[in-house]
């Protein structure tokens, strides 16, 4: 059975902790996977990383940001009916 683990750094990042929770579809009741539970010191690492990737963002130029905002709308948008069915499969 599949496990999703967390997000870190523009990658899938196991986390510290090796316990589980089941991912059940509210659509039929199936246990459809496990996701990874977080420890503190997941925590701590997400937010680390993006206390790091701030800067960056924050010096990029307002009409490149508004850019990379609108972009990811439109990609949300075209992609609606897909992200629906991951998430009722995910959650």
């Known amino acids: 059975m599949a496990v999703i683990s967390h997000w ?3 990658k899938s ?3 510290t902790r090796v316990d589980t929770a089941p991912v059940t579809n509210p659509a039929t009741g199936a246990v459809t996977g496990q ?3 977080a420890g503190v010191e997941d925590a701590r690492a997400v937010i680390d990383a993006a206390a790091a990737a701030f800067p960056a963002w924050r010096d990029t130029s307002l009409a490149k940001r508004t ?3 609108f972009k990811f709308r439109e990609l949300l948008n075209a992609r609606k009916g897909e992200l629906a069915e ?3 499969a995910e959650h």
């Open 86 to 88: 991951i998430i009722t």
């Open 67 to 69: 850019q990379v905002i």
């Open 35 to 37: 996701v990874a539970l």
């Open 13 to 15: 990042y196991p986390g």
């Open 8 to 10: 870190l750094n523009n």
